[in-house]
């Protein structure tokens, strides 16, 4: 049996990105949901009980009002689509240079299956970043971050962990008004809930600058001006060539050397000015994060789910996409199905979770002796 011991956080993020980028190559909506059911079944196996483990089910949750507010849309503001007509709305005129937004108007099946795929499909892609969240520790993920980058390391992990710190908060004040007896939804609950959430997230963010600052985060060490120019020459030249090699590829006629070649040079280029500048930063690590087998083996999952998905999306597999001009029942490709079932490996490669630090473990008290 493996030891309990905490995923890298990076392998995680990996796993959930390419299960995101699969999400973005299709329209099916029996490919989104299996997706959805692959990342809720990886969350259910390995969430860890912290706060942010609780945070999927705000995705979740997220991902349905993003399909309502795009129907929505579609319904108001889109364009009529197709010719079966569902429902026959007051509609407004507006100006020729306005042309393809109308206010109101018919409410045809095909618009509104065209908005519910992109609406879900979007809301996949969320589901599965929340995904992430629930599963990589953020105060972890803070440490894996390249010393070059910590400005925009600290940025970013605050951001990630805002969400769930403010599930965690929500569901902490509807407690103690419940247990005072006071309402817990409504206008009136959500308004004496908005100051403590805000002091709560103030409060956070003043203690993790605190903490930070006392460890010596962030400190810089010397470095020759000369070195630090050339890191900073080397790191712009990456970027420029990272960006025209991006160009030429999706470019159609561009020559040979401004795709793939300007890309891997670009990535080298920017990758060596990262470590050049990382010197600079006085860093240490306590216990790092391993990188071992199960990593490998979650971060492999995510990265061939994408590209299965991808090739998939190039080969123009029936399938991948569904028609809605006219409307047409979704089919499931072989290709898309083994790219699903490589999603879910995570679920019994990643390693147990350890102990929660969080839980409290019942004391046993001995029954008195009777004299």
Known sequence: MRDPRWLHPGA?????LGMAAAASRTTNPLLLLLLIGSAALVVHARRPEEPWGRSFSFFLRLGVLVI????????????AVGTTTLLDLPGLQ?????????????????SL?????????????????????????????????????YELGVSV????????????????????????GRRTTGIRAIAGSAIPVLEGALERSVTLAAAMDSRGYGRRGTQPPAQRRAAAALLLGGLVAACIGIYGLVSTGSPALLGLPLLVLGTVATVGALALAGRSRVRTRYRP???????????????????????????DVPGMMTAFDPPAWPQLPWIALVAIGVST???????????????????????????
């Open 94 to 110: 507006l100006p020729v240079w306005l042309a393809g937004v109308r206010l109101g108007g018919d409410v045809t099946l095909e």
């Open 12 to 16: 995680w993020w990996v796993w959930a």
């Open 157 to 180: 992990v605050v951001a990630l962990t805002f969400t769930p710190q403010l599930v965690s908060d929500v569901e902490r004040l509807r407690n103690a008004r419940r247990l005072r």
């Open 289 to 315: 994060d391993p990188w071992r087998g199960p990593e490998w083996l979650v971060s492999a999952a995510g990265i061939v789910t994408a590209a299965l998905f991808s090739a998939g999306a190039y080969l």
């Open 113 to 149: 299956l065209m908005a519910l795929f992109d609406g879900l499909r979007l809301a996949t892609i969320l589901i599965c970043i929340g995904a992430a969240n629930s599963l990589a520790s953020p105060t972890r993920l803070l440490k894996s971050v390249p010393a070059a980058l």
């Open 345 to 371: 490996i995570p679920a019994w490669a990643a390693p147990p979770l350890p102990p929660s630090a969080s839980r409290v473990e019942p004391v046993h008290v001995p029954e008195a002796v009777a004299a």
């Open 68 to 79: 309502v507010v795009r129907v929505a849309v579609q319904v108001l503001f889109g364009a």
